[in-house]
T-cell receptor, first 115, second 109 residues
Framework: DGGITQSPKYLFRKEGQNVTLSCEQN?????MYWYRQDPGQGLRLIYY???????QKGDIAEGYSVSREKKESFPLTVTSAQKNPTAFYLC??????????????FGEGSRLTVL | EDQVTQSPEALRLQEGESSSLNCSYT??????LFWYRQDPGKGPEFLFT???AGEEKEKERLKATLTKKESFLHITAPKPEDSATYLC??????????FGSGTKLNVKP
């Protein structure tokens, strides 16, 4: 079945460590996104990519980095510069086509906890 | 300022007790309004897309409607399995989505 796979589901990190969250999609979507979800808040955009080898910062990009070397993959690295990384991270993709309108499809999420 | 506000934050219903969830928005150039269902510890699951005022979509016990300033998610005769957080999102510009903070629905048997 087509979908978005995120791994790992749970991740624990010590302060000062970088960690990478994986996101793979087999929906053949051009656009991919990373969101952060905190209790009581709406989803906030970290980074997005419309095409391979291109990506743009979202609203809260500081302390994060991404790459888009393949259409199917959009990994997110949470660096030690991110001051409050404990959160639920969601990867999404979308196929806008010619209408430039389209829903986001989400993965199951990765919960990162800093010890 | 573009924003999306959902109300109430939490809603407790008895099984069979119908109600509505609200999503009000202030964005310029609305391209689409989306409803999602999110279960604890899971990613949001897509429910509906609405594009223009007056549009309605239905799926089982759920019905979504849209006006120029808000959307409603009507839940008719809910069951305990409808318990979840319902998220509203608005697409304002290409690749720009604004999310509300959600309504947590609890349906008691």
């Amino acid at each position: 079945d087509g979908g978005i796979t995120q791994s790992p589901k749970y991740l624990f990190r010590k302060e000062g460590q970088n960690v990478t969250l994986s996101c793979e999609q087999n929906l053949n979507h051009d656009a991919m996104y990373w969101y952060r979800q905190d209790p009581g808040q709406g989803l906030r955009l970290i980074y997005y990519s419309q095409i391979v080898n291109d990506f743009q910062k979202g609203d809260i990009a500081e302390g994060y980095s991404v790459s888009r070397e393949k259409k199917e993959s959009f990994p997110l690295t949470v660096t030690s510069a991110q001051k409050n990384p404990t959160a639920f991270y969601l990867c999404a993709s979308s196929d806008f086509g010619q209408s430039i309108t389209g829903e986001l499809f989400f993965g199951e999420g990765s919960r990162l906890t800093v010890l | 300022e573009d924003q999306v506000t959902q109300s109430p934050e939490a809603l407790r219903l008895q099984e069979g007790e119908s109600s509505s969830l609200n999503c009000s928005y202030t964005v310029s150039g609305l391209r689409g309004l989306f409803w999602y269902r999110q279960d604890p510890g899971k990613g949001p699951e897509f429910l509906f897309t609405l594009y223009s005022a007056g549009e309605e979509k239905e799926k089982e016990r759920l019905k979504a409607t849209l006006t120029k300033k808000e959307s409603f998610l009507h839940i008719t005769a809910p069951k305990p399995e409808d318990s979840a957080t319902y998220l509203c999102a608005v697409q304002a510009h290409f690749n720009k989505f604004y999310f509300g903070s959600g309504t947590k629905l609890n349906v008691k048997p």
